[in-house]
């Protein structure tokens, strides 16, 4: 691992500065090219408008006619928590302007992703008129054919990379098809379902469907917005960052949806305090749970429904399928790192990974993991069927996954059966006979693909932080802003000598870490080998909480002997 420093512009570090800034927050915002104080302001007057966005003013006047004449509606949903947030604003705010809407998401293990015609044939049972995907449909040409072989309309919203061919959907909203001049692509299917509501509620306005009675609140939904954008690891641009800042700013105000709320009281969270990481790496895990190991329906309805009872039980037991979902991970970590250290010698420049005995809804997360461990590009394959393999990738920088396997998928004629997904995650499917013909000709396609000087892992930080700053203050004050995918959260990098260290629950190393004189407590999650006495060490600042003291922690990222 090479460590290099972020360069941080110093007019705009100055610029920031003069304007009243923390001086340590002029410095990590000029270092991620914030470059003036407005490009801070979280105001919704400074959102991207709905009609910037291709075809959403078109999808809002076909959701008006459908609601003024009575249409059933049917919102297909997806099973992580992009896809299950967006359900749910879906709903909550349909149902505000009137419309007679429910709601489907497929089996991951029997229907896989997508619009499917299975999928199709599932919903036709329900007897929609209108079929609306979240966070998906883009590359279902041939379930969207099928809708309107049934006769059913087709609204298509999603976020993902389109395919060669767009389906025949009566209407598509997507900021990633081509001519679309909205200028946040990394917006979220929760947040181009927002947009559509948004653009849905201006056009009833004109409508006047209103007279008489107040119009919906859809800045009431932007909590569930920021939940689905920071645990969809989208990156946080300007647009985005307002979207989630507008919602945990609801959370932290109380104002959250009961089911929100339910699950940070499961894992012992605050929502007074609520931030970035709860969203991402507590609430996120607990939603996505239900989409691994068992039905997406159980998050929907804790964040669709108003009674605090029905959320908290829905939360305990999302809480309970995120428990078994990290025994069942660490099992299967456990193999994946025993198939990679067997490929030590020559790992290659891309790999691929299947065990028969995966769970098809955890290999995403073993992918991840792996691309952590040895900085390449990983699709791990679990069993979907009598002879299908569905795989889930994760990329790195330089390497954009989705046109890998758009590669791979061309030079090997019936090679790929699907795929899709984005620049650094996407998921593709497989016979289980050709899972080494797939690993071979991955592994051919990736060289052309990512660059020599990207094969070797780079860890940006922020550089050393003065010794006034490693306070609990300090600490605090990162936790409260924005921070997620492309706009990374502070990571420092100083020398420690280590005065004390121990293993705590079997995984994790404590440390007690020294630096000019200041004795300093740390963690190192996930990695309980000993340290040597003198450490290089990249490292979060984070608060830690114990029986209800608050204290500055340092989170490790990585450590080396300092020489």
């Not at 379930?143 to 059913?152: F, P, Q, S, Y």
């Not at 917005?225 to 989208?234: E, F, P, R, S, Y």
């Not at 932290?252 to 699950?263: D, T």
Request: proline letters at 6%; a neutral charge; charged letters at 25%.
């Amino acid at each position: 691992m090479r460590l290099v420093t972020r360069r941080v512009p110093h007019a705009a570090a100055q610029r920031l500065l003069a304007a009243g800034l923390h001086p340590l927050l002029a410095r990590l915002y000029a270092a991620r090219n914030v470059g003036s104080p407005a490009e801070l302001a979280h105001d919704f007057a400074r959102l991207a408008p709905p009609a910037a966005m291709l075809d959403c003013e078109r999808a809002a006047a076909l959701l008006a006619d459908a609601i003024a004449a009575g249409r059933r509606l049917l919102i297909v949903g997806d099973y992580d928590a992009d896809g299950a947030t967006a359900c749910a604003l879906g709903l909550r705010a349909l149902r505000a302007f009137g419309a007679r809407v429910d709601y489907l998401v497929p089996d991951r293990m029997t229907l896989g992703y997508g619009l499917s015609p299975a999928l199709v044939d599932l919903a036709a049972e329900r007897g929609p008129d209108l079929l609306i995907t979240v966070d998906n449909g883009i590359a279902s040409v041939e379930g969207v054919a099928r809708a309107k072989k049934l006769g059913l309309g087709v609204l298509v919203t999603d976020h993902h990379l389109p395919g060669a061919e767009l389906p025949p959907a009566d209407c598509i909203v997507n900021p990633n098809r081509p001519g679309c001049p909205f200028p946040s692509k990394a917006i979220a299917g929760v947040g181009v379902m927002f947009y559509v509501m948004l653009a849905l509620r201006a056009e009833l306005r004109r409508r006047g469907a209103f007279a008489g009675r107040e119009e919906p609140n859809l800045a009431a939904l932007t909590d569930l917005v920021a939940l689905g954008t920071v645990a969809d690891v989208v990156p946080l641009d300007a647009n985005n960052r307002i979207l989630v800042a507008q919602g945990l700013k609801r959370i932290r105000a109380g104002a959250a949806k009961p089911g929100i709320v339910a699950l940070m009281h499961a894992a012992g969270r605050d929502p007074a305090r609520a931030s970035c990481f709860d969203l991402g790496f507590v609430v996120g895990p607990r939603l996505n749970a239900a989409g691994r190991l068992a039905d997406m329906s159980l998050g929907i309805e804790c964040l669709v429904t108003d009674d605090p009872a029905r959320a908290a039980n829905c939360a305990r037991e999302l809480d309970r399928l995120n428990r078994e979902r990290q025994r069942i991970e660490a099992g299967m970590l456990e193999e994946a790192l025993a198939d990679l250290e067997a490929l030590a010698g020559s790992p290659g420049t891309a790999l691929a990974f299947y065990r028969p005995g995966w769970h098809a809804g955890v290999v995403g997360l073993i992918a991840a993991r792996v691309r952590e461990r040895a900085h390449r590009p990983v699709v791990c394959f679990a069993r979907a069927g009598e002879d299908e393999l569905r795989g889930s990738g994760r990329s790195v920088p330089g390497l954009n996954l989705r046109d890998c396997l758009d590669l791979v998928a061309k030079r090997e004629p019936g090679l790929v059966l699907r795929f899709g997904g984005h620049a650094q995650a996407a998921g593709v499917a497989i016979r289980e006979r050709d899972f080494d013909r797939f690993a071979e000709a991955f592994e051919r396609a990736a060289p052309q693909m990512l660059p020599e000087a990207a094969r070797t892992g780079v860890l940006e930080t922020d550089g050393e932080l003065e010794p006034a700053y490693l306070s609990l203050e300090v600490a605090q004050m990162l936790e409260a802003q924005i921070w997620g995918a492309g706009f990374p959260q502070p990571l420092f990098c100083d020398t420690f000598a280590v005065e004390q260290q121990r293993v705590v629950g079997e995984r994790h190393l404590r440390l007690k870490l020294v630096k000019d004189g200041l004795r300093l407590e740390a963690m190192r999650f996930n990695s309980p080998a000993f340290l040597p006495a003198s450490i290089r060490a990249a490292y979060r600042l984070g608060v830690n909480e114990f029986n209800g003291l608050r204290s500055v922690q340092l989170n490790l990222e990585y450590a080396e002997c300092a020489t």
